[in-house]
């Protein structure tokens, strides 16, 4: 070929690509830093309110007990409620 200009051109092209890539996974890697970051700092400040709430329900509270299987009870007992009574069912057959 006499005339290799399109060699100059395709490397152009390659590094202008490379580069592009090169951006691309720097924008990315940015984000996920920042990401991780974010959700670190937010661990932070919540186990801060959590120490918090357990404070207040210990401190405050003295009838509530902490079962993992039913959430807040009372430790008295607190109200009994009592069920409604089941109405009888109509017999079908009467006519």
Same mark, same amino acid.
């Given at each position: 070929?006499?005339?290799?200009?399109?060699?100059?051109w395709?490397?152009?092209?390659?590094?202008?690509?490379?580069?592009? %890539?090169?951006?691309?996974?720097?924008?990315?890697?940015?984000?996920? %830093?920042?990401?991780?970051?974010?959700?670190?700092?937010?661990?932070?400040s919540?186990? &801060?309110v959590?120490?918090?709430?357990?404070?207040m329900? &210990?401190?405050e509270?003295? &009838? &509530?007990?902490a %079962? #993992?299987?039913?959430?807040?009870?009372?430790?008295?007992?607190?109200?009994? %409620?009592? #069920?409604e #009574?089941?109405? #009888?069912?109509?017999?079908?057959?009467?006519k």
């Amino acid at each position: 070929m006499p005339n290799e200009n399109w060699v100059f051109w395709l490397n152009v092209t390659n590094i202008a690509l490379g580069v592009c %890539v090169l951006l691309a996974a720097a924008v990315v890697a940015y984000g996920v %830093v920042w990401e991780l970051v974010i959700r670190r700092q937010k661990a932070r400040s919540l186990a &801060h309110v959590d120490a918090e709430m357990q404070a207040m329900l &210990h401190n405050e509270f003295p &009838h &509530h007990l902490a %079962v #993992p299987e039913f959430g807040l009870t009372m430790a008295d007992g607190g109200e009994q %409620v009592k #069920p409604e #009574p089941k109405k #009888p069912a109509e017999d079908k057959n009467k006519k």
